[in-house]
């Protein structure tokens, strides 16, 4: 089994503070997707990662590959309510397989 | 420009009838996915289907489930005899390309599904 491990499985903050959560896995990828899902939503894309050390930024939301195609971390920056949601990897290739999920929640 | 569309979105069975599930993929795509979810759970993968073909089933329970994806109309995920423990929501997903390194999927809202 290609397993995902994702951490922490829950968490919960104030408005304004910094989060990271990790994405971590024994295999390498070819490639590992992002996906922010909120209750009763189906998944929604947020990045695709592919280069080892790779690092992305979507507004307040900075994603990193790690050098060895290993893992992943998510950071976020000054979280706000609409960050709510679980958060969720997924390995790219031809096998689908996601991770466990974080679920965030930010309190007002 | 539709999304991934799933109807119904809510479905009521009792223990013993059948489910259908339909997913129409967004306009272009030609490779859907179908995924379950229990409460509480990450996304457990089921099956990989393009047109008129079953790429990859290694997710599907090998009784009582079937998928297909005919050359025209949605793709349907059926479940027969439905047992309580096939309550759970099932999300279908499409992309434009085969699965690859990119593996870009778009996801339909789900339909949830519970047994009594």
């Known amino acids: 089994t290609q397993l995902l491990e994702q951490s922490p499985q829950f968490l919960s903050i104030q408005e304004g503070e910094n989060l990271t959560v990790y994405c971590n896995s024994s295999s390498v990828f070819s490639s590992l997707q992002w996906y922010r899902q909120e209750p009763g939503e189906g998944p929604v894309l947020l990045v695709t990662v592919v280069t080892g050390g790779e690092v992305k930024k979507l507004k307040r939301l900075t994603f990193q590959f790690g050098d060895a195609r290993k893992d992943s971390s998510l950071h976020i920056t000054a979280a706000q309510p609409g960050d709510t949601g679980l958060y969720l990897c997924?390995?790219?290739?031809?096998?689908?397989?996601f991770g466990t999920g974080t679920s965030l929640t930010v309190i007002p | 420009n539709a999304g991934v569309m799933q109807n119904p979105r809510h479905l009521v069975r009792r223990r013993g009838q059948e489910a259908r599930l339909r997913c129409s993929p967004m306009?272009?795509?030609?490779?859907v996915y179908w995924y379950r979810q229990l409460p509480e759970e990450g996304l457990k993968f089921m099956v990989y289907?393009?047109?008129?073909?079953?790429?990859?089933e290694s997710g599907m329970p090998k009784e009582r489930f079937s998928a297909e994806f005919p050359k025209e109309g949605p793709s349907i995920l059926r479940i027969q005899q439905v047992v309580r423990g096939d309550s759970a929501a099932y999300f279908c997903?499409?992309?434009?390309?085969?699965?690859?390194?990119?593996?870009?999927?778009?996801f339909g809202p789900g339909t949830r599904l519970t047994v009594l």
């Open positions: 289907l393009q047109k008129e073909n079953i790429i990859d």
């Open positions: 997924m390995r790219g290739g031809n096998q689908f397989y």
């Open positions: 997903a499409s992309s434009p390309q085969p699965s690859g390194a990119y593996n870009e999927q778009f």
């Open positions: 306009k272009g795509h030609s490779h």
